[in-house]
């Protein structure tokens, strides 16, 4: 082993945007201290997930955070690859661990990468931010899960060849949990309805919605990942619009 040096983000000066829960890593200040720890051979920990405003308010960088954090550090050391060590050994058409034997891809670009991870093995935003600085990622299998088959390179198309996957019209299948069903009635049909609906959705902190296209004065609208009950949900939207009348249709759809 070596000597290890740990920092929290006020030492290394993590600077992000003044958005609770989905701040945006704008700055790394002290990139000079990490630097010189590397160069003394030191064993640098850092911290994920998190950054601190200009005023010093410690903020989260939303859900796979700590991968934007790798990345914007990769970038300001100017690094030529960052590699995950995750707990599945790379990406594939669907959630591998949903299904064990899936096919993992051995190499792709930003954007399949994207529309493959979905934000469920990488963030989407750290897919971004290293396609903007021509960082190549790597994804694979932890060693304390298990053992590792290649796992996935991320690049450049310009970069390699024969990348994957080959053109078709479905590149990956994602599953979903959480979610409900909920009519809506009483919607009038006439312009800037549907916009009031969501911007209710919107204000009880339901984290995603899809509107189905009928209007014959009913809206299904399926909340996904609700951070709350459903019922709790309904009862918030009726308060908003007495208009409105609502009917939890399914609560906890497969």
Known sequence: GGAVIPFTSQQ??????????????????GVRYIRQALAEQKIVILPGFQAVTSRGTLMTLGRGGSDLTAV??????????????????????????????????QELDYDQARDVSQDVVLMDRAISLAQAHA?????????????????TTIRNA??????????????????HQNLALVKVLGVPDRPGQAARLFEAVQKISISDAIQAAR?????????????????GGLRALMAMDKGWVLALERDGLD
């Open 158 to 175: 310009s970069t390699h060849d024969a990348l994957e996957p080959e053109p078709r019209s479905i590149t990956s299948v994602r599953a």
């Open 72 to 105: 914007g550090i990769a970038v300001v050391l100017k690094a030529a690859c960052c590699t995950f060590k995750k707990d599945v050994d790379g990406l594939s058409p669907v959630d591998p661990r949903l299904v064990p034997d899936a096919r993992i891809y």
């Open 12 to 29: 290394v000066g993590f600077i992000g945007s003044d958005v609770p829960g989905s701040a945006l890593l704008k700055q790394v200040r």
């Open 135 to 151: 960082v190549t990622l790597r994804v694979a299998r932890s060693p304390s899960i298990g053992p590792s088959h290649g796992g």
């Open 215 to 231: 209007w014959d004065d009913l809206v299904n609208t399926y909340l996904r990942r609700a951070p709350f009950s459903a019922t």
